[in-house]
């Protein structure tokens, strides 16, 4: 099993920018992909970036590329989300995620976090 841990949610102004971070515990060697989905209210929840264990593999949902960054730290089994340029859009709850195999179907992967709140104004 493995457990995820994110923080950095809050309010920000449009323009700005946040970070979030997602911290990983457990069977960690049993997932190859971990990543960040968003679920806005009334929504369906969506990917928003993915990467693998080496890190050197990073895909981006269409509406994020050029303002969001992923990245990971393995010496601390820490994943970041760094985000720029915030819009209104970008309002939703972000999870965390961690599977072994890489999609963006939610139920492809096995681990998520509780979430953390990201509100644009």
């Known amino acids: 099993h493995v457990q995820l841990v994110e923080s950095g949610g809050g309010p920000v102004q449009a323009g700005g920018s946040l970070r979030l971070s997602c911290t990983a515990s457990g069977n960690i060697g049993s997932v190859n992909y971990m990543g960040w989905f968003r679920q806005a209210p009334g929504k369906e929840r969506e990917g928003v970036t993915i990467t693998n264990t080496e890190g050197d593999l990073r895909v981006y949902d269409d509406s994020v590329k050029g303002r969001f960054t992923i990245s990971r730290d393995n010496a601390k089994n820490t994943v970041h989300l760094q985000m720029n340029s915030l819009i209104p859009e970008d309002t939703a709850m972000y999870y965390c995620?961690?599977?072994?195999?890489?999609?963006?179907?939610?139920?492809?992967?096995?681990?998520w976090g509780q979430g953390t709140q990201v509100t644009v104004s």
């Open positions: 995620t961690a599977g072994s195999s890489l999609g963006w179907d939610p139920a492809e992967y096995n681990y």
